[in-house]
């Protein structure tokens, strides 16, 4: 059964460094989105991007993060200058047409210190 | 805007008894989905069941079902005959049905199932 894939499975970063986030979406599908579920907590949207450009995005999705999808398969969410309250797990999903089920891969956890 | 309430922060079943964990919602769109995930101690989000809201029948998957209330904007879910890897964190979710929204989460249950 295809799956979303997401690499790392954890990364721990410096504060102000940049991170790099990757995910493979499931090939066939057209909406891509980034969550993310600080410890404990529950799971925020981030943004959505279709068609080549980002499509929604919430209010954390500020302009310290940017996506890119820079060839037909990856899927990337960058983190330019961290800070400690990104520490979190962040989700990638992806979906055929909207209001299907979302795939969700199984995560990144990100450790900023 | 969306917003997602689940007020059971945790509950606690007898392996092989029913449970449902409630869920309430709001939004101004008249076209939205619904959804209840799945999140084990693996932290892998997995679907456990959908609903569109046009549909007035509820949606079930095996031993899991759905109780939609249009009206009263509730969306509970029903847990059948219990099973040991049903435990696990419960969140129900919304989306808009136009655009490429994402997910509105609730804060989640976390369910026990007792042996």
């Known amino acids: 059964e295809p799956e979303v894939t997401q690499t790392p499975s954890h990364q721990v970063t410096q504060m102000g460094q940049e991170v790099i986030l990757r995910c493979v979406p499931i090939?066939?599908?057209?909406?891509f989105y980034w969550y993310r579920q600080i410890l404990g907590q529950k799971v925020e949207f981030l943004v959505s991007?279709?068609?080549?450009?980002?499509?929604?995005k919430s209010e954390i999705f500020d302009d310290q993060f940017s996506v890119e999808r820079p060839d037909g398969s990856n899927f990337t969410l960058k983190i330019r200058s961290t800070k400690l309250e990104d520490s979190a797990m962040y989700f990638c999903?992806?979906?055929?047409?909207?209001?299907?089920?979302?795939?969700f891969g199984p995560g990144t956890r990100l450790t900023v210190t | 805007a969306q917003t997602v309430t689940q007020s059971q922060p945790e509950m606690s079943v007898q392996e092989a008894e029913t449970v449902t964990l409630s869920c309430t919602y709001d939004?101004?769109?008249?076209?939205?989905?619904l959804f209840w995930y799945k999140q084990p101690p693996s932290r892998q989000m997995i679907l456990v069941i959908r609903?569109?809201?046009?549909?007035?029948q509820n949606a079930t998957e095996n031993r899991f079902s759905v109780n939609f209330q249009k009206a009263a904007k509730s969306f509970s879910l029903k847990i059948s005959d219990s099973q040991l890897g049903d435990a696990a964190m419960y969140f129900c979710?919304?989306?808009?049905?136009?655009?490429?929204?994402?997910?509105?989460f609730g804060k989640g249950t976390h369910l026990i199932i007792q042996p």
């Open positions: 999903a992806s979906s055929v047409p909207r209001g299907d089920e979302q795939y």
């Open positions: 090939s066939n599908h057209l909406y």
């Open positions: 991007f279709y068609n080549n450009e980002i499509s929604e």
């Open positions: 939004t101004s769109e008249s076209d939205y989905y």
């Open positions: 609903q569109e809201a046009y549909k007035q």
């Open positions: 979710a919304s989306q808009p049905g136009g655009g490429a929204d994402g997910l509105t």
